[in-house]
């Protein structure tokens, strides 16, 4: 995790730009108080200015995220060379997959938003220049929180910048899915979504230590169903974050909760093992998708909210971000679920990362996914009942996976059922919030 765009005020940098020390006397952003500075966008309704030292030598100093965390000066060439530095380092010590934190703020120019500049997509060109030359093994993934289309732009040309960018759009996609009951937008969308090259893919995940970021849908979603999703989420018994816009207004700019209280509302009298299924339901839709999956790990455990946390530190974030003791995390309805998933989705390279996709559209009551391995040697059908309703939909199996011969059956990779090939012209009968991983059979003489 390199957090690149800040550093700690706690820090030997910082300490020693107050200090007025070389060479970190331009390591930070120094503004005066009469600059404007209205048109930078503004990820959280705090000030971006703080004042540091002591008068009457105190400074404003550009702070993005909070007074803790000071900007620093990409327009000083010994900073650019201690962050490459550091990414070497990492890589030295075995890093593989390298996250770039909050990339997006990384270039600050007077007058413009300083979000997505030129600049900011050169400085990470040259990191990817740097790393193809000494480590091309290692694959920068951008953690970008902003509008989907934005969020994109950090593949560049497919060859030049990421490798992997973080899927914003999914978590509140996916949330607004089983809300609504209807998958319909989530096809659309999912659709519509397509790699510069194949070298390239989406860092897919439904929750992590932040909240559900609500920026990578505001073009996708319409403000009354962003609203909707909001008001949900505190009935759930989460908490909302605001940004500061250029107005003056206070926009929800993240939903703090638990990603199994944000699908089941904690107070309400519903049975555990319905909630488990759509949680579950939940972590298929985000497993099926093309790309890698990002599994968090109170995911993994089925945890719930920790409100204490939150009166604890004053921080609306600390809701998903409890530690447990051994004990407090020995139960298994999720975990051995999960634990099946992933051993399913590992045995077909159907789900290989830059595998193809194809969304079908059968009904907005599932969502439908065509998963095919990039030489399309292997494929999978992926259906997902996104509804508290048993659903029924018509299987052309046939064409999807090119049959042959009669012989062939089909094998729901998930429960391990079989189905005949005589049946699958007929029906699927899915029950509420029930997935299948539909896949073809393999003959054991000759792995076909």
């Given at each position: 995790d390199a957090v690149i765009n800040h550093a700690s005020a706690q820090g030997g940098w910082f300490k020693a730009f107050l200090r007025n020390e070389e060479p970190y006397r331009d390591y930070f952003i120094v503004v005066d108080k009469d600059v404007d500075l209205s048109k930078v966008v503004r990820p959280r309704a705090l000030p971006l200015l703080h004042s540091f030292g002591e008068p009457p030598d105190d400074q404003l100093i550009w702070t993005t995220f909070s007074a803790d965390q000071v900007d620093l000066n990409y327009r000083s060439p010994q900073v650019l060379l201690e962050i490459i530095d550091l990414l070497l380092y990492y890589i030295s010590m075995g890093a593989d997959f390298i996250r770039l934190d909050a990339v997006a703020y990384l270039w600050k120019e007077i007058g413009t938003p300083c979000i997505h500049l030129p600049q900011t997509h050169l400085v990470i060109q040259l990191f990817r220049a740097v790393l193809d030359d000494v480590a091309p093994q290692v694959k920068l993934i951008t953690e970008t929180n902003v509008?989907?289309?934005?969020?994109?732009?950090?593949?560049g040309d497919g060859h030049n910048e990421a490798q992997l960018v973080y899927n914003f759009a999914l978590p509140p996609l996916v949330l607004h899915?089983?809300?609504?009951?209807?998958?319909?937008?989530?096809?659309?969308?999912?659709?519509?979504?397509?790699?510069?090259?194949?070298?390239?893919?989406?860092?897919?995940?439904?929750?992590?230590?932040?909240?559900?970021?609500?920026?990578?849908?505001?073009?996708?979603?319409?403000?009354?169903?962003?609203?909707?999703?909001?008001?949900?989420?505190?009935?759930?018994?989460?908490?909302?974050?605001?940004?500061?816009?250029?107005?003056?207004?206070?926009?929800?700019?993240?939903?703090?909760?638990?990603?199994?209280?944000?699908?089941?509302?904690?107070?309400?009298?519903?049975?555990?093992?319905?909630?488990?299924?759509?949680?579950?339901?939940?972590?298929?839709?985000?497993?099926?998708?093309?790309?890698?999956?990002?599994?968090?790990?109170?995911?993994?455990?089925?945890?719930?909210?920790?409100?204490?946390?939150?009166?604890?530190?004053?921080?609306?974030?600390?809701?998903?971000?409890?530690?447990?003791?051994?004990?407090?995390?020995?139960?298994?309805?999720?975990?051995?679920?999960?634990?099946?998933?992933?051993?399913?989705?590992?045995?077909?390279?159907?789900?290989?990362?830059?595998?193809?996709?194809?969304?079908?559209?059968?009904?907005?009551?599932v969502f439908a996914i065509v998963r095919r391995s990039p030489q399309a040697a292997e494929t999978v059908l992926c259906i997902i009942n996104v509804t508290d309703r048993s659903q029924t939909i018509s299987l052309d199996l046939g064409n999807i996976f090119g049959f042959i011969h009669k012989e062939v059956d089909i094998v729901d990779l998930i429960s391990g059922q079989r189905l005949l090939y005589e049946q699958t012209n007929s029906t699927l009968r899915l029950l509420p919030y029930q997935s299948c991983w539909l896949a073809r059979k393999q003959d054991k003489a000759t792995g076909h």
């Open positions: 509008p989907h289309k934005d969020n994109i732009s950090y593949f899915t089983f809300y609504t009951g209807s998958a319909g937008q989530l096809s659309k969308w999912a659709g519509s979504i397509n790699p510069p090259s194949g070298q390239v893919t989406f860092l897919n995940f439904l929750a992590s230590h932040d909240g559900i970021g609500l920026n990578p849908v505001r073009e996708i979603l319409s403000d009354q169903a962003i609203d909707a999703m909001t008001q949900r989420v505190l009935m759930n018994g989460g908490l909302v974050s605001y940004k500061q816009n250029s107005d003056g207004t206070k926009s929800p700019y993240e939903l703090n909760i638990n990603y199994f209280d944000a699908l089941s509302n904690p107070g309400r009298h519903e049975s555990l093992e319905i909630q488990v299924d759509r949680f579950m339901a939940a972590q298929v839709i985000m497993l099926s998708l093309a790309g890698m999956p990002g599994i968090y790990f109170h995911s993994i455990f089925g945890s719930r909210g920790w409100l204490a946390g939150v009166e604890k530190t004053g921080n609306n974030r600390a809701i998903n971000r409890q530690r447990f003791t051994v004990e407090e995390i020995e139960r298994h309805k999720v975990f051995a679920r999960y634990q099946a998933l992933l051993r399913a989705r590992m045995a077909s390279q159907a789900f290989h990362p830059y595998g193809a996709q194809t969304i079908l559209e059968y009904d907005d009551a």
